[in-house]
């Protein structure tokens, strides 16, 4: 049996439980590391960057994991999973501050497209 097959075996196996235990041990350890994380780097980046400093980081990583693959081999340094868990970190991170409203991502957005331009609907609203 392929290994893919091996894996969708196990993830039909796993109960709604099983996928939110896995899911509130994960969210545990990367808050755990990022409060290590915070420790030698400190808050000032996120408190001067923003909303538009964290979607920045988001999108710094969003690449590199776009990066990591489409090339062969092993990453240098920072694997796969830790970029999925800087994403999720960075994530909640940005969730956390507009839901404290200390972001406003209306402002974000007009920042936004004032850098980087706007994009027109892909489709008509009406389809």
């Known amino acids: 049996m392929r290994k893919r097959d091996l894996i969708r075996q196990k993830l039909k196996a796993m109960t709604d439980k099983d996928i939110l235990s896995a899911m509130r041990d ?3 350890k990367s808050y755990e ?7 030698d ?3 000032d980046a996120f408190k001067m960057a923003g909303g538009m400093g964290i979607l920045y980081k988001i999108n710094e990583k969003f690449n590199r994991m776009d990066h990591l693959l489409r090339v ?3 990453p240098n340094c920072e ?3 830790d970029t999925i868990s800087d994403l999720g970190v960075y994530t909640h ?3 956390s501050l507009i ?3 200390l972001v406003d991502m ?3 957005k007009k920042e936004y497209m004032e850098t980087y331009g706007k994009k027109e609907r892909l489709m008509d609203e009406d389809a």
Do not use: A, C
Not at 33 to 39: A, E, H, T
């Open 72 to 74: 062969e081999g092993p």
């Open 26 to 28: 994960t969210l545990d």
């Open 79 to 81: 694997s796969i999973e």
């Open 33 to 39: 590391i990022f409060r290590k994380k915070l420790g």
């Open 41 to 43: 780097y400190g808050s």
């Open 99 to 101: 839901e404290k409203e």
């Open 106 to 108: 209306d402002k974000v």
């Open 93 to 95: 991170i940005l969730k």
